[in-house]
């Protein structure tokens, strides 16, 4: 009998200090980010796989890839974000994507004025 999964989606919007909510005025050097966890209810990942899911061409599934996970975790980190991951075998595993929030008219981070498209980011 096919088991059913439930994704969840909840977006954050956090700043500097981590507390939620928005602030109407800002400190010096105080940085919003959003936070977005995506949680399913499936069968985990087994704590030894954990360390290899960003790796490029890992795999588990007979016809995957193993693209998948390594291309969100670069695209992520090109934006500055950060991506975690916390599973159970069993019971499910989340997905966090913390990614700073730029407003219209703001200055880019220092990290995104200076790098260039052909500046390669770390590896997954």
């Known amino acids: 009998m096919p088991t059913e999964t439930r994704t969840d989606v909840r977006p954050l919007i956090l700043v500097a200090d981590d507390e939620p909510g928005i602030r109407e005025s800002f ?9 977005i966890a995506v949680t399913d209810t499936g069968v985990g990942i087994p704590p030894d796989l954990l360390p290899h899911i960003f790796d490029p061409f890992f795999t588990t599934k007979e016809k995957g890839t193993g693209l998948g996970m390594a ?14 991951v916390s599973s159970r075998v069993g019971e499910g595993t989340t997905f966090t994507i913390t990614l700073p929030i730029q407003t219209t008219g703001a200055e880019a981070p220092a990290a995104a004025r200076t790098r260039s498209p052909s500046t390669p980011a770390s590896t997954p």
Do not use: F, Y
Not at 27 to 35: K, M
């Open 27 to 35: 400190e010096e050097g105080a940085r919003e980010t959003i936070r």
């Open 71 to 84: 291309i969100a975790h670069r695209i992520i980190e090109d934006h500055l974000g950060s991506i975690e």
